[in-house]
């Protein structure tokens, strides 16, 4: 089975500083990769993905991801962060295409401030 | 992008009442629907599958009785906590799967008291 790990439960940081946020999965089989924001009370908003091809991803607000194989990684990065960023980010990764057993992180909260 | 709608994005009850969420794909049909359940500050746990027109096949030790899953059409799905307790106050979020996407909805914050 496939798994997720965050290691960041929270990220400080300033206001048009770049910001990473780091996710390694788990898998024996072929993945396919997210990203997703939840701001707070509400359901996730799908950033970006990785699902083949080229391995640097980009996404909506800015927000790109880079898949690394050999480092089962699939960080999440922005050049820029914005106030309206903060936000709690979620990592995600399944071996299906219908999104059976999508598997979340333990999420990031992003905390940006003036 | 296609909307998924939750109702009711807000529930009080009481223990032991029955409480029923709707998760609705509002402008495409979804075969398919999942529910998912967060608790604070953690991530979401998927709970079920949900495929229009079959029996939801429910996650390791979530209780089936508990939590009743129909999805009777195309764009809707429900879910039913049957004698809710305190411990299952909770986020509870749908989403549905429409050719290679995952649309979310709102989620449902269900407290009992």
């Known amino acids: 089975a496939q798994s997720v790990t965050q290691l960041d439960s929270q990220v400080p940081v300033f206001e048009e500083a770049p910001v990473e946020l780091r996710c390694n999965y788990s898998?024996?089989?072929?993945?396919?990769l997210f990203w997703y924001v939840q701001y707070p009370n509400q359901g996730l908003q799908l950033l970006l993905k990785y699902l083949s091809g080229s391995t640097l991803v980009k996404g909506i607000n800015g927000f790109e991801a880079e898949f690394n194989k050999s480092q089962t990684s699939f960080h999440l990065r922005k050049p820029s962060v914005h106030i309206s960023d903060t936000a709690e980010y979620f990592c995600a990764v399944t071996t299906n295409t219908g999104f059976q057993k999508l598997v979340f992180g333990t999420g990031t909260r992003l905390l940006v401030s003036p | 992008g296609a909307v998924v709608s939750q109702h009711p994005s807000w529930v009080i009850c009481k223990s032991g009442t029955s409480v029923k969420i709707e998760c609705r794909s509002l402008d495409f049909q979804a075969t398919t629907m999942f529910w998912y359940r967060q608790f604070p500050k953690q991530s979401l746990m998927l709970m079920a599958t949900?495929?229009?027109?079959?029996?939801?096949?429910?996650e390791q030790g979530v209780e089936k009785d508990k939590f009743l899953i129909n999805h009777a059409s195309l764009t809707l799905s429900t879910l039913t906590v049957t004698s809710a307790h305190p411990e299952d106050s909770s986020f509870y979020i749908c989403?549905?799967?429409?050719?290679?996407?995952?649309?979310f909805g709102e989620g449902s914050r269900l407290t009992v008291l």
């Open positions: 989403s549905a799967y429409v050719t290679g996407e995952l649309f």
């Open positions: 898998s024996s089989v072929s993945v396919y």
């Open positions: 949900s495929n229009e027109g079959s029996k939801a096949t429910y």
